[in-house]
């Protein structure tokens, strides 16, 4: 897997204009955050598939397959619940839109976390971080 740059810039101006949101290259492409927890990303695979991920959440998953166009994440032969890959050629403005509005409503229903010194975050004191 690689970064793909127009992938992640198409990603990162869908985030634009929330507050919180930041990225970091991680998993073999670019990932995007909304107050420290994860929305989802984009790369592109050595066959040249270009695949945004979407990480909805556990309890969003019955929504998420209503969306469609998404194919659940199994990473070393593991399920990887509440997360979707969707084909970046094959999704048209309003299907990302749609997977893009229900992982950031995700992201925004846990407690922020804040900056730790490098950068990196953590949850906030007193709060419970869900998945």
């Known amino acids: 897997m690689a970064v793909d740059e127009e992938l992640s810039k198409n990603f990162r101006d869908a985030l634009e204009g929330l507050p919180g949101t930041s990225d970091k290259k991680m998993m073999g492409g670019t990932c995007f955050f909304v107050n420290g927890h994860m929305v989802g990303g984009a ?26 166009g998404g194919e659940k994440l199994v990473q070393g032969g593991r ?13 048209p403005p309003e299907l990302f839109e749609a997977w893009k509005s229900l992982a950031v409503a995700h992201a925004m229903s846990l407690s922020p976390k804040e900056p730790k010194a490098d950068g990196s975050r953590r949850k906030l004191a007193g709060t419970k971080a869900r998945s």
């Open 43 to 68: 790369h592109r695979e050595k066959s040249g598939r270009g695949l945004f991920m979407f990480r909805v959440g556990v309890d969003n998953v019955a929504a998420a397959e209503v969306i469609g």
């Open 79 to 91: 399920l990887m619940r509440g997360f979707y890959f969707v084909e970046a050629d094959d999704c």
